[in-house]
């Protein structure tokens, strides 16, 4: 019944359903929370938002969730930068919980990918990479990652580039 709910074509299904589970992560078993990781990179922003959340705090209650999130990878990279975007801020958000989760994102390459984002040509993922950087920082061990990669510092060159350009073009 759950699993059918999870895959349900209904959007609006999906997020009530995963509301609904939240509470009892620790008696999900380990194929329904594969469902749930796999609607972790829904193109629905509610049911991105409530699957994440519900695999946050379930990887925060019991770290052998862990196991079935980073073992489903490949489900969460997705074929479109939303979905890619979205995973991205999942692991970010992941690693920010803990030194575990920390170095499992790292292992993994996804804390490669998000700075790798966060130099996209692409402005959007650019912009997006930026934004999952800048919640990552709300995390100590998240914030050292962050200027051990030279991206604070690749993000105050940038910003003096735009504003000197921004006076040469400024007609007085």
């Not at 196991?67 to 074929?79: K, N, R, T």
Request: aromatic residues 4%.
């Amino acid at each position: 019944m759950i699993l059918a709910g999870l895959a349900h074509p209904s959007t609006t299904v999906q997020a009530a359903l995963l509301h609904g589970l939240s509470g009892i992560e620790a008696s999900i078993s380990s194929v329904v929370l594969s469902a749930v990781v796999a609607l972790a990179s829904s193109d629905s922003a509610s049911v991105w938002a409530s699957a994440s959340r519900l695999l946050r705090t379930a990887c925060c209650r019991d770290p052998a969730v862990m196991e079935v999130v980073f073992g489903s990878g490949g489900a969460l990279a997705g074929d479109q930068s939303v979905q890619r975007v979205r995973a991205l801020e999942l692991f970010a958000m992941l690693a920010a919980e803990s030194d575990d989760a920390f170095e499992r994102c790292a292992s993994a390459g996804h804390l490669d990918a998000i700075a790798a984002a966060s130099r996209d040509s692409d402005v959007l993922i650019r912009l997006n990479g930026l934004e999952i950087v800048g919640k990552m920082c709300q995390s100590q061990r998240c914030y050292r990652w962050v200027v051990e990669q030279g991206l604070v510092a690749e993000m105050i060159q940038v910003n003096c580039l735009i504003d000197i350009q921004s006076l040469h073009e400024t007609p007085y």
